[in-house]
């Protein structure tokens, strides 16, 4: 989630992610014969995350699904996928289009109206 948003006075921690997730995608243009992955762990209940102007609801990921996915992107070719079973079945659907791109797309909110956590 850090990679999808920066929280007031939070800004050296998701910069970095967000060169990651840009770099990722350069190499797997730049690299086709690669394969590189940008994991997310989610919202995970840390310390760090409790602290954060952040909905607690949605602090909830437990960081055990990153181990898995991790174990599971690296068992074999993952390459077109973002997520596990669901996207196997739209596999040619994610990797013809810009699906794996990340981006906020569409109407969010009203204009000009700033919402501070």
């Known amino acids: 989630m850090a990679s ?11 910069l970095p992610k967000m060169a990651v997730v ?7 243009r730049e690299h086709p014969g ?8 989610g919202v ?4 760090m ?3 954060v102007p952040f909905p607690q609801p949605f602090v909830r990921d437990a960081p055990e699904l990153s181990d898995v ?5 690296s068992s074999c070719d993952k390459s077109f996928l973002s997520d596990v079973e669901e996207l196997k ?4 659907e994610i990797s013809d289009g810009e699906l794996l791109m ?11 109206v700033v919402v501070e956590g």
């Open 102 to 112: 990340l981006g906020l797309k569409g109407s969010f909110g009203e204009p000009n």
């Open 4 to 14: 999808q948003g920066i929280p007031p006075g939070m800004s050296s921690y998701p």
């Open 22 to 28: 840009e770099f990722t995608g350069f190499l797997n």
């Open 89 to 92: 079945k739209r596999k040619e």
């Open 49 to 51: 995350g409790l602290s």
């Open 34 to 41: 690669i394969t590189s992955v940008s994991l997310d762990p």
């Open 69 to 73: 996915a991790a174990v599971w992107l």
């Open 44 to 47: 995970v209940p840390t310390n």
